[in-house]
């Protein structure tokens, strides 16, 4: 018998294996006429392009999810089992595994309640291991704890809420080895967080793998996660599973959130939460009434003196943090949420940050033509991470970031086997809009102009950030491209700009290489960008005597 047959239920193994390609009649399920499931043939009474097949049933394990999610989590989709959040694949694997009134599972406490809910629910014993005193995880323990109660399940959460304590991969590994006959669960909800490398590329034999869109990917009221192991353990699972688990919007929320071009700004939101996490962590160790300060995760665990009172002031401050008594006297999980939130949470601790409003922008520009996301932070540098899928747009707009001296991560899906022409207007209305968003209501910002040579050439671009679009483009270009870009979409690009951005934009341009004439607009752009966006000295001001651009 195979360790998945030796450790499931009975009843389970009795059952059919679910086809989950389960065809429709024999025809497949896109384009053919749907007369097999009992579903209203007229579209929902409700607005948006995304509801508009809500009448039919998903797909019972949504094919193109499940790729996705084998992609980003680097597994085979045999190894994957979609689940509506990982919650329901914790729950999923208890009522596989573990027969009421015999089998046990074993959790490291204090972790992450759901893992005793459902083993109660389902009638198996709970057996609890702990994390040491001040809250390390000892492998040892565990080891000892799973040889007394011969669990069929091992749930250990790496990083762990709410404590943020880590497993170290090379205990993962060891507990593994160790009980040949326990599935070793690792729930990684917040490796993305983490430095630790996650198993969901090393899964199999007995270790297993949950994963989660909702905490790193901001998607939690969609309800997506899966289970990652062994191909004959998700099998099994697929029998407990109900018959379609995600919701067609869910599935279509998830597909267009994980989209390649927007990828690279999930990257940088992760880490500006763990910028920030960090970041208050060490403005909340100068508080005197927390004793400890812990981090993991997208949060923070404290241990302070008097909860009630600090309830009390949350409440009038109309903040909710999570208080977890027995995870720790004292103990409060504080998860890391925006800028302002952030400030006001340090409020209720007496620390007081300086307001200042961050002049920072994401948006998401999607036609039949072309996929956009754009981020961009005009207070900060870096990072600069742009891919347009034209080498030379890249290098232009990366001079402009630059140049301009902000941050700018830009990413574009679009038809260039058609021709460069709509990816290079729709990235300049793109970012033209950021930057406008970014902009706010354009306190203390200026306007300028800026003229640089290269070479031979003399390049000279004037903004005006007046609300009111405008451009002027003075000067030609011999040859019909420059590395993939044609030369005649160099004034639409201003174009664009200067109409998402509501300004002004003249460029001048002479000289002999085309080449540098191109870099040369770009350039001058970003300088002259640079100039009008900084603060000067009277950050309220506004640079015109009407009062309002
Ligand atoms: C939040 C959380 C989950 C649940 O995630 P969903 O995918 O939203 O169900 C699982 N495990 C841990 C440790 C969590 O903190």
């Not at 697929?238 to 998830?254: D, E, H, K, M, T």
Request: net charge negative; aromatic share 6%.
């Amino acid at each position: 018998m195979t360790l998945a047959q030796r450790l499931a239920r009975p009843e389970i193994l009795a059952l059919p294996p679910t086809d989950t390609a389960a065809a429709a009649g024999g025809a497949p399920i896109g384009g053919s006429i749907k007369l097999d499931a009992n579903e209203n043939p007229f579209v929902p009474l409700v607005g948006g392009g995304l509801a508009a097949s809500v009448n039919r049933y998903p797909e019972p394990q949504p094919a193109a999810l499940r790729q996705r999610l084998a992609d980003l989590y680097g597994c085979s989709t045999a190894q994957l089992w979609a689940t509506r959040g990982s919650d329901d694949a914790i729950d999923l694997l208890i009522r596989t595994f573990c027969r009421p009134g015999e089998d046990s599972i074993v959790i490291v406490e204090p972790t992450f309640s759901a893992y005793a809910q459902f083993a109660r629910v389902q009638g198996a014993k709970v057996v609890p291991a702990r994390l040491t005193d001040d809250l390390t995880f000892d492998a040892e323990a565990v080891i000892a704890t799973c040889l007394g109660a011969k669990p069929k399940l091992l749930f250990l959460c790496t990083p762990n809420n709410p404590t943020g304590t880590p497993v170290d991969p090379a205990d993962v590994r060891r507990i593994a080895a160790a009980l040949p006959d326990t599935l070793v669960v690792a729930d990684e909800a917040y490796i993305e967080f983490s430095d630790s490398p996650s198993f969901a590329g090393q899964v199999g034999g007995n270790l297993l793998v949950l994963r989660t869109l909702s905490k790193a990917y901001g998607l939690a009221g969609a309800r997506v996660g899966c289970l990652i192991a062994d191909p004959e353990i998700i099998e099994l699972v697929s029998r407990v599973s109900p018959p379609y688990p995600l919701p067609s919007l869910s599935i279509a929320l998830a597909l267009d959130a994980l989209a390649a071009e927007r990828m690279p700004i999930h990257d940088q939101r992760i880490a500006r939460l763990l910028a920030d996490r960090n970041l208050l962590a060490e403005r909340l160790r100068t508080v005197t009434e927390i004793r400890t300060i812990r981090t993991g995760g997208n949060f923070l665990f404290l241990e302070v003196d008097d909860p009630a009172a600090l309830a009390q002031r949350l409440a009038a401050a109309g903040i909710r943090l999570r208080f977890r008594p027995n995870a720790a006297p004292g103990g409060v999980r504080v998860t890391v949420g925006t800028e302002a939130e952030n400030a006001a949470m340090l409020a209720v601790f007496g620390l007081f940050e300086p307001a200042r409003a961050s002049r920072r922008a994401e948006l998401v520009r999607d036609t039949k033509e072309t996929r956009i996301a754009v981020a961009i932070d005009l207070d900060r540098p870096e990072p600069r991470c742009i891919s347009t899928g034209i080498g030379f747009y890249d290098h232009m707009l990366d001079q402009v970031a630059a140049h301009g001296g902000f941050s700018l991560t830009l990413a574009c899906s679009g038809d260039l086997e058609i021709d460069p022409h709509h990816s290079v207007e729709d990235i300049a209305l793109a970012l033209g809009a950021a930057l406008r968003q970014a902009l706010g209501d354009k306190r203390g910002i200026g306007r300028f102009g800026f003229a640089l040579p290269m070479d031979e050439v003399r390049a000279e671009v004037l903004i005006d950030l007046s609300g009111r679009p405008f451009s002027k483009f003075d000067g030609h270009f011999d040859t019909p491209e420059v590395g993939g870009l044609p030369t005649q979409m160099v004034p639409h690009i201003f174009r664009s700009l200067a109409d998402s951005m509501a300004c002004a934009i003249h460029v001048k341009v002479e000289g002999d290489n085309d080449h540098h004439k191109v870099e040369g607009c770009f350039k001058a752009f970003g300088r002259a960008l640079r100039m009008s966006l900084a603060i000067d000295g009277n950050a309220t001001a506004l640079p015109s005597t009407k009062g309002v651009l």
